[in-house]
């Protein structure tokens, strides 16, 4: 049990962190996409702590992150030539990418696989905590394992108070969604295992074979061992049973007025979608990148009001709008009525 600390982004702050984590413990850390649960990469017994933590199956690989790309050397086996040229475009950013690893990357840390995804974050708050650590930090996203992922300090507070030490407060996250996650296949080929900020299109600048994984959209079967976190399980999920209604706002009103009761809340574009409807709503955001920034606020205000069922307008498949529909769609363990 810990007395659970919230520090600022000072430099005295940085220090107080970087002490913790090089002495084996987990600290709650900021980056651009959510607030991470970092811990020494390279050490089992910390990395341990993270799955303690957050309760978190242990074939759900962490990415690692670094503050310099010189620190990648170490960490992987391989750099494929796309690898490199990803890094030059889309680095420091919301980009993880999966390479084949290297023994300083213990099994825990890459949850059983022989592959590690890494990320170097622009959020400088954390390159600067890596820096003065000295290590990569291992590091998902900062909430219980399932739960909506915190673009806060204070979410990270209300999940994981006396279970870590401290946490880094440097204000919003700017995203909002966790990073694009791909790997590579061959020498001209990208497979996106996880949407994010980083979209299709942006890929396809760096090349145009870009493979969208099944498990994007679809569900993944429970014995199956996958390369980036977030595919697998049941994720980012409030307390309510969300079900997604995909159509046109007419249609969804409609569904809405003959299938709402006393216990059904709105999960919404913008206020005028739930007028006239009398039943308690939520907004997220009339363009994908509003509602990659509030989504998750949005699903942790869901539990706040104890909704118990939530109709939730449809995003955009398109650009960052599948990012959020990629996170949406497992926050209602895949339930979607196609109007």
Known sequence: MFDT?????????????????????????????VYGLGADASNED????????KGRPADNPLIVHISEFSQIEELV???????????????????????????RVPMITSGGLDTVGIRM??????????????????????????SPS?????????DMQNRIPAIVDAGHCGIGVESTVICFEGRDSIRLLRPGFISVDDLKEITENVIIDKGVTEIVAADA????????????????????LEGTLDAYREYVKENSDNDTTLLVFDKNDADGLGLPYVVYGSTDEEQARNLFGSLRE????????????????????????????????FRVIRL
């Open 225 to 244: 061992k996958v390369a980036s976190p977030g595919m697998k399980y049941k994720h980012y999920a409030p307390k309510a049973e969300i079900t997604i």
């Open 46 to 53: 910390a990395v341990k702590k993270i799955f303690e933590a």
């Open 77 to 103: 086996t391989e750099i494929p030539r796309l690898a490199i040229n990803c890094a030059e475009k889309f680095w420091p950013g919301p980009l993880t990418m999966i390479m084949p690893k290297s023994d």
């Open 121 to 146: 974050p622009s959020n400088e708050t954390a390159r600067k905590i890596i820096s003065a650590c000295g290590f990569p930090i291992a590091a998902p996203s900062a909430n219980l394992s399932g």
């Open 5 to 33: 600390k919230i520090l600022d982004n000072s430099d005295r702050s940085i220090e107080l962190a970087a002490e913790l984590l090089k002495s084996g413990e987990v600290v709650g850390i900021p980056t651009e996409t």
């Open 302 to 333: 869901l539990d706040r009001l104890n909704a118990v069922k939530v109709f939730a307008r449809c995003p955009s498949k398109n650009g960052v709008g599948l990012a959020v529909y990629n996170r949406l769609i497992r926050a209602a363990a």
């Open 150 to 158: 915190p673009t806060s300090a204070q979410h990270v507070y209300n």
